[in-house]
């Protein structure tokens, strides 16, 4: 080979070089390192390596975990474990369910958490999966909907362990459960407090792709509007990227030339995008999955979404020793949502438009109204 | 159809384009002296982040440009140092770097910004400094390879390197500074994403458009305005896209979303009887060998 030809300083350059380009290697994978030790070893010290990693930059998430970790309440109760395609921080998705199960540990319903991110669907899945079902994590959570196929690959080989994903549509087999994604019931209410502040214009959807829980969300805040501002119309785009925030808000200054001044997202990139273009054309916008109101000063009002409640469920079903999942599913009347209105706003929503959304958020708590549910255009 | 046609799909299809352009002439720069640069995504991530920093560090928007474009320059070196220097293999180094680069900017971003939620905002340069500037670039790169000696000869390395070395030039260092300019044109699109259209940084910010960036310099055969011109295309593709799906509706909207890449896969087909690949591209250079 080459090597027997080169100068000695070439020969020190390419050893140099091999291992950098190893470090670099393995500094690539080195999230999957991580991820595979830290779910083989012990369990009580996979919680604090795995969640005070992760928190690593949120003190007070920390705070809480380590305290938790450190004298947990209840040994006996269930050890959840969470994967996820991306990172946890996101400020939106996984966030929600970041914040959910650290509550659960918090409170002592959970004795034990594994928080796995950046797990790519598929083969790896798979891997985190099986490893975590293997050191006696029971239930596991799968944080994406596209983690279906893995989830059912993986809960055939364990079943007396309860699997979930987010699906969203009732998926359950077994021990195979999913959970609901109801946020059109707090996107409705947006909806009558964007029409309230705006006074005219047209709706601006968006989602990553077409799908139901976020078409149902851009229906509903129509309805929304509507119930305000009887003649306002809308559209809805799939930007075809749930991350894409260039994009995303692309497709929202397009619906804003076509008259938009109320912009709702569904999904991180979709959202951002939205409030973007929100924020540069005086429109409105609304908060997706967590309170947005600093992502900018377009944001009326944001639903958070109350996980740790979906999550209670799922730990209650393996605290009773059960092993058939069910569909998870925690309504706004149920507290699965909390809808919040930006302090900026607060005091400049119509009465007419505040009496109406108190009106509504009653109907919706007591039964006696129910959201239109449109999963897709037709 | 005349949604094409409204200006404000064009000023779409240029904000969409620019940062693609940028990057698809740094791309252009290390192609055509042999090196090819798969870490060129990772650079614009890394141009992107840097510039963001820099941003909202001194408040200026150009000199968050600045730092993009060095730090994109720095990212090069270390690409050049691996597949010239020591030649590693330049598909495999190229990819790791990209991935490196994609958990690094997470990482250092989670870092500095996620305490307490919500990345501030930075402030923004009109689209229309970046097109000159882009312009700028296509004219300099263009009078760099048709009228310079160093142009000329960096062409050389990408063809023959044999020769070029036999006549005196000195293979791995043209390869090395045009790595480093590719670097630098990768960052400054970066750069020129988030201190332009967006003001903001989110992670994996840049999204895929390195990659995009790679096809469009096959697609333009390796010339600057072409490489240019393609961004600007595969813009208005996205831009005419997106306006679609809302107007008409009897059309699936996945075929709108798959319209970028299929103007992308015709183009190259109907120019793959032209390619101009350089010969050399992607083989380390040993003397005598």
């Known amino acids: 080979m080459t090597h027997v030809n080169l100068p000695k300083r070439r020969r020190v350059l390419s050893a140099l070089a091999l291992v950098l380009s190893i470090s670099l290697l393995a500094a690539a994978c080195g999230d999957d390192d991580d991820d595979d030790a830290t779910s083989t070893e012990a369990p009580t010290d996979t919680t604090a390596a795995a969640a005070t990693d992760t928190t690593a930059a949120a003190d007070p998430a920390t705070a809480t975990t380590e305290a938790a970790a450190a004298a947990p309440a209840n040994s006996d109760a269930p050890k959840l474990a969470i994967v996820y395609s991306a990172d946890w921080l996101d400020g939106s998705w996984g966030q929600a369910a970041f914040d959910g199960a650290n509550g659960l540990l918090e409170s002592g319903v959970i004795s034990d958490l594994l928080l796995q991110e950046n797990v790519p669907p598929g083969a790896e899945a798979q891997r985190a999966l099986r490893a975590a079902a293997e050191d006696g994590f029971n239930p596991i959570i799968a944080h994406s909907f596209d983690y279906g196929d893995d989830v059912k690959a993986v809960a055939a080989d364990f079943p007396e362990t309860i699997f979930v994903y987010a699906g969203g549509f009732g998926d359950v087999a077994a021990n195979v459960g999913d959970y609901d994604q109801p946020f ?89 995008g939205q409030i973007e273009a ?50 998870y599913s925690v309504p706004l009347a149920a507290g699965g949502m909390d809808l919040v209105i930006s302090d900026a706003w607060a005091d400049q929503i119509p009465a007419d438009t505040l009496a109406l959304f108190e009106e509504r958020l009653a109907a919706i708590q007591d039964g006696s109204f129910e959201v239109p549910f449109v999963p897709e255009a037709g | 159809m005349d949604v094409i046609f409204k200006l404000a799909t064009l000023e779409a299809a240029i904000r969409l384009g620019v940062p693609v352009a940028l990057a698809a002439l740094g791309a252009l720069v290390s192609e055509r002296t042999g090196v090819l640069n798969l870490g060129l995504e990772g650079m614009m991530l890394s141009g992107a982040l840097g510039g963001y920093a820099a941003n909202e560090a001194t408040g200026s928007a150009w000199l968050g440009v600045l730092a993009g474009t060095l730090i994109g320059a720095g990212c090069g070196a270390i690409l050049a140092l691996l597949v010239v220097t020591a030649r590693a293999n330049q598909v495999v180094t190229g990819i790791a770097f990209t991935l490196l680069a994609l958990s690094a900017t997470t990482y250092l971003f989670q870092l500095r910004y996620s305490i307490g939620g919500i990345p501030p905002r930075v402030n923004r340069l009109d689209m229309t400094p970046l097109v000159l500037l882009t312009l700028a670039c296509v004219a300099a790169l263009w009078f760099l390879f048709n009228r310079t000696t160093l142009g000329l000869a960096m062409g050389a390395v990408g063809e023959a390197p044999e020769a070029a070395d ?103 087909v109907l120019r793959a009887r032209a390619s101009r690949t350089p010969a050399a591209l992607g083989v380390p250079y040993v003397r005598g060998m």
């Open chain 1, 184 to 272: 059109y019931q707090a996107s409705y209410l947006s909806g009558i407090l964007a029409a309230g502040v705006q006074g005219e214009g047209n709706v601006a959807g968006a989602g990553g792709f077409e799908i139901p829980a976020c078409y149902s969300m851009y229906e509903a805040y129509l309805a929304g509007a509507q119930a305000v501002l009887p003649d306002t119309t809308g559209s809805f785009v799939a930007v075809g990227d749930w991350y894409d925030v260039q994009l995303a808000k692309e497709a929202a200054l397009g619906q804003q030339a076509d008259g938009a001044t109320m912009f709702v997202g569904c999904g991180q990139g979709p959202t951002f």
């Open chain 2, 166 to 268: 036999a006549l005196g030039y000195k293979v791995e260092r043209l390869r090395w500074i045009a790595t480093m300019i590719g670097g630098g044109l990768a960052g400054l699109g970066g750069a020129a994403l988030v201190c332009g259209p967006l003001g903001l940084f989110i992670e994996n910010v840049t999204a895929g458009r390195g990659w995009v960036a790679l096809a469009l310099v096959v697609f333009a055969g390796w010339k600057p305005g072409a490489a240019v011109a393609g961004a600007i295309l595969f813009g208005l593709c996205d831009a005419v896209q997106l306006r679609l799906q809302g107007t008409a509706t009897d059309v699936p909207y996945e075929a709108f979303l798959a319209l970028p890449y299929v103007v992308t896969l015709v183009a190259l």
């Open chain 1, 278 to 327: 929100a924020n540069d054309t005086d429109g409105v916008s609304t908060g997706y999955v967590g309170d947005m109101a600093e992502v900018g000063p377009s944001v009326v009002s944001s639903f958070i979404w109350r996980l740790d409640k979906v999550f209670e469920l799922i730990v209650a079903d393996v605290a009773a020793g059960k092993t058939e999942a069910q569909y």
